[in-house]
């Protein structure tokens, strides 16, 4: 099994920053990818940032946020890290972080909230 607590949420006004952390434990392999998901109040659950694993790690960004947001991992600490930069109100939502091997395993969210 496969425990992700995140933690780093709050509140922040527009042009702000924060950064999100994700700290698994369990039977974590560095090889296999890791995300962050953010769903708001009535909507869907959508892709943020995800981050490959191995020696060479590739990235991928919702167009909504590139340029904006950076995924990184630490596989020594196992933990996955979003630094959101020039946050805007349509960034506010629960944000969730993802561990994936064969099966899917989430985080229970932290809450980002964005003011105008």
């Known amino acids: 099994q496969v425990q992700l607590v995140e933690s780093g949420g709050g509140l922040v006004q527009a042009g702000g920053s924060l950064r999100l952390s994700c700290v698994a434990s369990g039977t974590i392999f560095s090889f296999n990818a890791m995300g962050w998901y953010r769903q708001a109040p009535g909507k869907q659950r959508e892709l943020v940032a995800i981050i490959t694993g191995g020696l060479s790690t590739s990235t991928n960004y919702a167009d909504s946020v590139k340029g904006r947001f950076t995924i990184s991992r630490d596989n020594a600490k196992n933990t996955v890290y979003l630094q959101m930069n020039s946050l805007k109100p349509e960034d506010t939502s629960v944000y969730y972080c993802?561990?994936?091997?064969?099966?899917?395993?989430w985080g229970q969210g932290t809450q980002v909230t964005v003011s105008s």
């Open positions: 993802k561990y994936s091997d064969y099966r899917d395993f």
